[in-house]
C-alpha cells in the first residue's frame, strides 16, 4: 500500500487525461457527459477527470447527483493500486463570445498548473437557436446565438490545442440544418454551417498530429431545444430521435475518425440531396411551408 505522500508525488507526476464538455447539464450535452462517465469507468486504466460546463448552477447540481448515483451503481472496488476512479469536475460559466473563451482559458490554465492534463476529448456542444423570421426574432438573442456558437467554440478549440496529443478527439455539435440555408431558421443555420465547414477544415489541418476532428450534424432530436428555440411557443421538437442513440453512434464513428456524423438514415439522405438542391429554392421552400413559432 503506498502512503499518502507518495500517493500525492504519484499524482502530480502523471498526466491527468480530461474530457471536456460544454452545454453539459442539458440536451445532448447532458447525454454526454452520462455515456462519456460510464466509458471512463470502464477504463480505468490512467487518471481521468470529466469537467462538465455549463451555465446553469442548479442543472449542473443536478447532473451532479444523478452522475454520483450512477457511479454507486457502476463501480466495483478492484483492489489494485493501479486502478484509477474518474473524478467529476463542474463549472457554472457563460461561456458567450470572447469574455467567455477567456473564462474557460482562466481555467484551463489554472488546472493546468495544478496538474500535467491532456485533452482527450473535447465535446463542443453549448449552444442554442431560435425560431422564427430573423425580422421578428430579438437581435440581441441572434446576436448572443452567433457569439456562443460561432465565437466561443472557435475560442474554446483553439485554447485546448495546446493540450491535445495524438489520438485526442474534438467533436463539435453542429446541425443538419448547416447543409442548407432555412427560412425561418436562419442564423441558427448559418452559425451551424460555420460550425461544420470549421471542423472539416480543422481535421485536416490537425490529421498529421493525429488528433480526430468530427462534426455532428443531428436532425430533430427529443431535447428541450424547441421550447428554448421558440421561447415556450412550442413545448417539443417535432418528430425528436432518441438522443442516447445520436450520442451513442456520434461517440462510436468519432472514435473511428469520421468527419461528419450523421445517424438517422433520413438526415443522410438530406445532407446527400442537399448538394443538388438549389439554396434559395430551399430557403423560400421552408420560409413559407415550415413555420417556426416563436412567442414574443
Known sequence: MENKKTKESHSKESITNITIVTGASSGLGKEFARQLFVSMHKDCSSMQELWLLSRSKTNLEQ??????????KIYSPSGTEQTFLPSIKFFSE????????ESFKNILLQESQKQKITVKTLINNAGFGTYGTFEQTPLNKELNMIELNCISLTGITGICLPFLKEKSRIINVSSLAAFMPLGNFAVYAATKAYVLSFSVALA??????KIYVSALCPGSVSTNFANIAS????KEVLHGKDPVKVVSHCLKKSEKNKKIILWWPKWKITAFLSHFVPRYF?????????????KQ
Open 282 to 294: 430551399v430557403a423560400k421552400a421552408t420560409f413559407l411551408f415550415n413555420k417556426r413559432p416563436y
Open 63 to 72: 447532473l451532479k447527483q444523478e452522475l454520483l448515483d450512477l457511479q454507486q
Open 204 to 209: 485536416a489541418e490537425l490529421s498529421p498530429r
Open 94 to 101: 457563460d461561456l458567450s463570445g470572447t469574455a467567455g473563451v
Open 231 to 234: 421561447n415556450g411557443a412550442r
